[in-house]
């Protein structure tokens, strides 16, 4: 199957710092690109998307970026919080190839109190 | 929003064994399904797509013999895992989008997972 599937980078920050996660990816006619957040043991959960035609789209705290120059994304999270603590996935969308996800390294955000 | 549940959410089986997962859109009717699994400190990989009334499609390297897939109604597809092996332990999840809300929505939805251990 594909995959990026080496072992999750971590990203340590303070309770009220900004976090940023950067995500690489591999197709550059993938026509959107997803984040979710994954905590432990569950499914991963959706938190913004971005279509590729834009490089930057705002969420509630959240802020996703995209450069296709270098087929780079990243999500950044305001003020951040205990409770955004977990791992971060990108993931890149193809319609023609049937809407399936592929998804992205991960990052692994720990937030200390 | 639309729910897809898993179940079951975790399972112990001996090796040589079969084990079954279901995933069900609660709300919606998914035409398309799709399975991932997870290794521990990993990135989800997609293993195959869940077609109704077809056959699934296969991600390279995924033996369709050992992960037997069926998508025989709108809100149910299933993922066998034949003769399980310890190698086969893993964290299965399955995925699926809501197609009445058209080529503008970008969420799909997942299920809780399923946390398998073959010993």
């Known amino acids: 199957g594909e995959s990026v599937g080496l072992h999750l980078p971590t990203l340590s920050v303070q309770e009220g710092d900004n976090s940023i996660i950067n995500c690489a990816y591999s197709n550059s006619a993938s026509d959107y690109f997803i984040w979710y957040k994954q905590e432990s043991g569950k499914g991963p959960q959706f938190i913004i998307d971005?279509?590729?035609?834009?490089d930057k789209r705002q969420g509630q705290r959240v802020t996703v970026l995209l450069n296709k120059t270098v087929k780079h994304l990243s999500l950044q999270i305001a003020a951040t919080q205990p409770g955004d603590s977990a791992v971060y996935f990108c993931a890149e969308v193809t319609v023609n190839q049937g809407g399936k996800l592929i998804f992205g390294q991960g990052t692994e955000l720990s937030v200390k109190p | 929003g639309a729910v897809v549940s898993q179940h079951p959410s975790w399972v112990i089986c001996k090796s040589g064994t079969s084990v079954k997962i279901e995933c069900r859109s609660l709300d919606f009717q998914a035409t398309t399904m799709f399975w991932y699994r997870q290794f521990p400190k990993q990135s989800l990989m997609l293993m195959a797509t869940?077609?109704?009334?077809?056959?699934?499609?296969?991600e390279q390297g995924v033996e369709k013999d050992k992960f037997l897939i069926n998508h025989a109604s709108l809100t149910l597809s299933t993922l066998t895992v034949t003769s399980a092996h310890p190698e086969d332990s893993s964290f299965y999840i399955c995925?699926?989008?809501?197609?009445?809300?058209?080529?503008?929505?970008?969420?799909?939805?997942f299920g809780q997972g399923t946390r398998l251990t073959v010993v």
């Open positions: 995925s699926a989008r809501d197609p009445a809300k058209g080529n503008s929505n970008t969420e799909a939805f």
């Open positions: 971005i279509r590729s035609n834009m």
């Open positions: 869940s077609n109704e009334g077809s056959k699934a499609t296969y």
